[in-house]
């Protein structure tokens, strides 16, 4: 059985980094073709995919947000890390992890974790 | 402003036929694969159709895909009021490197 979880602060200051993690189960982020993503979507608004890595450790960043986001993955660990510097409010949302098999889909998500970003 | 263009909002009544655009370009949709999403309120998206028309394991036959030139669409049939939910377009962006996502629809069942 596939799951993902998402962990981290409900609420950051502004000019914060942000720390989310993934946990997963169920699959191996080691598996060829294996991707874990993450998608954020502010309240009321629609998704906006931020970042993926994959089970080669290749590292791929939404154009936008490149400059604040670096994403890692500890296999051991089933673990994938996301870090976002600089926090404003614009960036209160619900992030979720995702995974990906090649090119079908984001086929299992995680249930999403409210950030606020407020002072 | 997202860079695959759905209507905003979309009706029926239980029983009907709806369809859902979803507009691109030739960076993305014509190029690589769509996949479909389905958000019911307060919860995580759903994957429905990946690689234009394919159903995961357990996604109804109401559901459908399909793909032409720069455009997709996500059709579903005998429309139950369970349907009602945000449907959201996705695929890949060779120009920006990444995946993007329609700015989504919200489906009512009337």
């Known amino acids: 059985q596939v799951t993902l979880k998402e962990s981290g602060p409900a609420l950051v200051k502004p000019t914060q980094t942000l720390t989310l993690t993934c946990s997963f189960s169920g699959f191996s982020l080691s598996t060829s073709g294996m991707r874990v993503n993450w998608i954020r979507q502010p309240p009321g608004k629609a998704l906006e995919w931020l970042a993926r890595i994959g089970w080669d450790d290749a590292k791929l960043y939404t154009t936008s947000l490149k400059t604040r986001l670096t994403i890692s993955k500890d296999t051991s660990k089933n673990q994938v890390v996301l870090t976002m510097t600089d926090m404003d409010p614009v960036d209160t949302a619900t992030y979720y992890c995702?995974?990906?098999?090649?090119?079908?889909?984001?086929?299992?998500w995680g249930q999403g974790t409210l950030v606020t970003v407020s002072s | 402003q997202s860079v695959l263009t759905q209507p905003p909002s979309a009706s029926g009544t239980p029983g009907q036929r709806v369809t859902i655009s979803c507009s691109g370009g030739s960076s993305n949709i014509v190029s690589n694969y769509v996949d479909w999403y389905q958000q019911l309120p307060g919860t995580a998206p759903k994957l429905l159709i990946y690689?234009?028309?394919q159903r995961p394991s357990g996604v109804p036959g109401r559901f459908s895909g399909s793909k032409s030139g720069t455009s997709a669409s996500l059709a579903i049939s005998g429309l139950r009021s369970e349907d009602e939910a945000d449907y959201y377009c996705?695929?890949?962006?060779?120009?920006?490197?990444?995946?993007?996502f329609g700015g989504g629809t919200k489906l009512t069942v009337l």
């Open positions: 996705a695929t890949w962006d060779d120009s920006l490197g990444g995946q993007v």
């Open positions: 995702a995974r990906s098999y090649s090119t079908y889909g984001s086929d299992y």
């Open positions: 690689r234009n028309d």
